[in-house]
């Protein structure tokens, strides 16, 4: 069975400071990866994927992730974080089940900025 | 172009009763998922619904079951409510072949 481990629940970052988010996974073959984020209140917004090929992807609002598959790893990077990136983010796991995906959710990791 | 919407958005149901829940995919997806989301928790798959039919279904008890109509829309049910069944359900389409998942805002459910 898949499954994903975000290690921090929580993480506090200064404006502007650099940012990396903690995603392994478990899964038997070549896993289909995501990050997605969630604003309270709001539904899931997905930030990038991951599916084959280069793996370093590039996602919408300045976010990276860098697939490493020796480390079973697909960890969320941004350069310089904004006050507007506070939320929670959620790494999944999944692959064609039936013909379509059946996402794993981690249990996610709280952004919080500081000024 | 609507993205995923669902209907309600908070709904305080007590223990014991049943509850529906609406979802309309986003334009053009014909794959319509539910999970649950716990307080804290990343969410977690209740099933799947494609062709008017449940093809996937994750580990929730029969008291959870759905309907997928001819215009892809769907509808979660939830008999008999338990305190724990308190959550955000989300609603996510998709494309049939393995397009990413399009996620509504979610359903509010609190069970007293």
């Known amino acids: 069975a898949q499954s994903v481990t975000q290690p921090d629940i929580h993480i506090t970052v200064s404006e502007g400071a650099s940012l990396e988010l903690r995603c392994n996974y478990s899964?038997?073959?070549?896993?289909?990866l995501f990050w997605y984020v969630q604003s309270p209140g709001q539904g899931l917004q997905l930030l990038l994927k991951?599916?084959?090929?280069?793996?370093l992807v590039q996602g919408i609002k300045g976010f990276e992730a860098e697939f490493k598959r020796s480390q079973s790893s697909f960890n969320l990077r941004k350069p310089s974080v904004h006050w507007s990136d506070a939320a929670e983010y959620f790494c999944a796991v999944g692959a064609i089940s039936g013909g379509s995906y059946i996402p794993t959710f981690g249990r996610g990791t709280s952004l919080i900025v500081h000024p | 172009d609507a993205g995923v919407t669902q209907s309600p958005t908070h709904l305080i149901k007590t223990r014991g009763q049943q509850v529906t829940l609406r979802c309309s995919p986003k334009s053009g997806h014909d794959t319509v998922s539910w999970y649950q989301q716990a307080l804290g928790q990343g969410p977690q798959f209740i099933f799947q619904?494609?062709?008017?039919?449940?093809?996937q279904r994750g580990n929730f008890p029969d008291r959870f079951s759905g309907h997928q109509f001819p215009n892809y829309s769907s509808e979660l049910n939830v008999n008999a409510l338990l305190l724990g069944d308190s959550a955000l359900y989300l609603c996510a389409s998709s494309l049939e072949g393995g397009s990413p998942l399009h996620f509504g805002n979610g359903t509010r459910l609190t069970v007293t």
């Open positions: 991951y599916f084959s090929g280069d793996t």
């Open positions: 619904y494609y062709e008017e039919e449940e093809r």
């Open positions: 899964y038997g073959a070549t896993p289909y």
